[in-house]
């Protein structure tokens, strides 16, 4: 019901990070697959800082396909500095990812909190839905910038626990308005923020 309720938040969505990691499909063509653990390795490292970053294969990465990027990882190369318009503060056990929707001037932040009471029996996945015990995500906030030439017009908060979007209230942190802090809402599995500009 919850993607049904918000499907212009899915469909034709994009992905949206301003950093990217190169999968190492050129090695693993030529048999080299060790790259791929150091791919792996490093997809988590990111992952776990909370850095925002889209993948695409080390094959396809044309000029072009790169234009956009702020900060290129590479399982063989320097490790850059993160794109800073995003900087979130989370649990570890929080992942985020960024799309924009098809249509209209948004951004939607994605958080999945993978915190949960374990099974009792080791190495269990538990007997199904009933045994999963997440445990809520609190303390999740980040610092926005808001791109030149725009204002943010409101920001939402989607959980599967509410039927309605929650307007979030921005706290600013700069003269001009263009660096602003959001603080999101406690959830237990899923969240979205919605970033509406004009």
């Known amino acids: 019901q919850f993607i ?3 499907a212009p938040i899915y469909k034709g969505n994009q992905p949206a990070a301003e950093s990217v990691l190169l999968f190492p499909r050129k090695a693993v063509h030529a048999g ?3 790259n791929v653990q150091k791919f792996l390795k490093l997809g988590d490292s990111l992952l776990d ?3 925002l970053f889209d993948v695409i294969p080390d094959d396809l990465n044309t000029a ?3 234009a956009n990027y702020k900060a ?3 399982v063989d190369g320097i490790t850059p500095a993160a794109s800073s318009r995003f900087k979130i503060t989370a649990p570890k056990t929080v992942r985020a990812s960024l799309s924009h ?4 001037d948004k951004l939607h932040l994605h958080f999945v909190n993978y915190n949960r009471t374990e099974p009792a029996k080791p190495k269990s996945a538990g007997g199904g839905i009933h045994d999963e015990k997440p445990i809520a995500a609190k303390k999740v906030q980040f610092v926005f910038t808001i791109p ?3 204002s943010l017009k409101s920001v939402r908060f989607f959980t599967p ?3 309605k979007p929650l307007e979030l209230l921005p706290r600013i942190l700069d003269t001009n308005g263009q660096r602003v802090e959001i603080s999101v809402l406690e959830f237990l599995v899923y969240a979205v923020v919605e970033l509406e500009f004009e």
């Open 148 to 150: 030149d030439g725009k």
């Open 64 to 66: 072009e396909a790169l």
């Open 72 to 74: 290129v990882y590479r």
């Open 4 to 6: 049904r309720r918000n």
């Open 32 to 34: 080299t697959v060790a």
């Open 101 to 104: 929707p098809a249509k209209g």
């Open 161 to 163: 626990e509410r039927d």
């Open 49 to 51: 800082r909370h850095i």
